[in-house]
């Protein structure tokens, strides 16, 4: 453990250099294709970073702040576009404020927005969700071996939105905290969604919904439009986005187990851009005639999540076992907690 922090402090100061050097020398060249050829050995940095480190968790954290939410925020930056703008309506660029946009998975909420947030069907907050987490690890870590197995996927399923939901809620709190500014909420009950339309696009993991819009689906749309029409462009662009999701998510579970791809993970989010594009048609075609209640929408569109996450998301990680490797972690990180707080009683 110790040198695992040892690695991470390495890691991070280095990150913290680099967007130093984006802030002070990178802003002050012009934007475009000079700012970005400026930029590529940070670019190449941020991508092969998280190798560095050993632990699965510290690995994974890494590269989806970094190799993946850094990397788009600086490409977007290289055109003064993203919420790394000097034409951003918010506030000027602190060093601070740069840094946290930078590689944290948070976005800051325009001042013109309604500062009430909507009532939560469930009431979760940070302390509940983070209880729910610790038993839940505890749970999978004593009785995974007894448990059917897919009693054991419906857990992680639980795991990976309360962990995502977690760390964003953590560093939304941190970087509220430093820049002290309203930030928007993370997640918006993606267990109550209706639709994959309104699953991915409303309420999972909205930092990261908001950056492939305007660095993939955007651009793509504007290239399809000139050869599809306005009206079509919409549908390769959604599969396009899911895509680079996809391979997005292949490369960081690829740095986590360090095993060959096997391509399941980019088939899951391809199969739900091409599900989205058959959504999105036939709401098109049925608009005001035929509509499934909300009680049957809901159940069915959490459900094909689920069932596709047994089929395609969770294998890759359990056949490696990046998944016992990661609960093993979270134990290990609490017993070595303990026994750091045990320590001053237990000296002189």
């Known amino acids: 453990m110790e040198g695992e922090i040892k690695n991470l402090t390495i890691v991070w100061s280095s990150i913290i250099a680099s967007l130093c050097y984006c802030y002070f020398v990178a802003s002050e060249i012009p934007k475009g294709t000079y700012r970005l050829l400026s930029l590529l050995p940070i670019f190449s940095l941020f991508t092969i970073i998280p190798l560095s480190l050993t632990y699965a968790f510290p690995t994974a954290v890494t590269t989806f702040f970094i190799t993946w939410l850094a990397n788009f925020k600086l490409l977007l930056f290289c055109f003064d576009l993203g919420p790394l703008s000097s034409s951003n309506p918010n506030p000027p660029l602190s060093l601070p404020l740069f840094i946290s946009i930078s590689c944290l998975p948070i976005k800051i909420k325009p001042k013109n927005s309604q500062s009430t947030k909507p009532k939560k069907k469930i009431p979760l907050n940070l302390a509940t969700e983070s209880l729910i987490f610790s038993v839940m690890i505890g749970v999978i870590y004593d009785y995974r071996e007894v448990m059917h197995p897919n009693i054991v996927l419906t857990l992680y399923c639980c795991l990976v939105f309360l962990m995502i939901d977690i760390i964003v809620a953590i560093c939304s709190s941190a970087a509220r905290a430093v820049i002290g500014l309203e930030l928007e909420q993370p997640s918006d009950e993606p267990y109550v969604a209706t639709s994959l339309q309104d699953f991915w696009g409303k309420r999972w993991n909205l930092t990261v919904t908001n950056l492939l819009r305007h660095t993939v689906y955007n651009p793509a749309r504007s290239a399809f439009a000139v050869v599809l029409g306005g009206a079509w462009a919409p549908l390769p662009a959604v599969v396009a986005t899911f895509a680079v999701s996809g391979l ?43 509509q499934l209640h909300w009680a049957v929408s809901g159940p069915l569109t959490v459900g094909f999540v689920m069932a596709t996450s047994f089929w395609l998301f969770f294998p890759p990680l359990m056949r490696n076992g990046a998944d016992v490797k990661v609960i093993g972690e979270f134990i290990a990180f609490v017993e070595f907690i303990k026994s750091s707080l045990r320590l001053p009683f237990l000296v002189g």
């Open 248 to 290: 997005m998510h292949e490369l960081l579970f690829y740095y986590v187990t360090r095993a060959t791809p096997s391509w399941e993970m980019t088939s899951f989010f391809v199969l739900h851009g091409l599900c989205v594009v058959v959504e999105f048609v036939l709401k098109r075609a049925l608009t005001d005639r035929w």
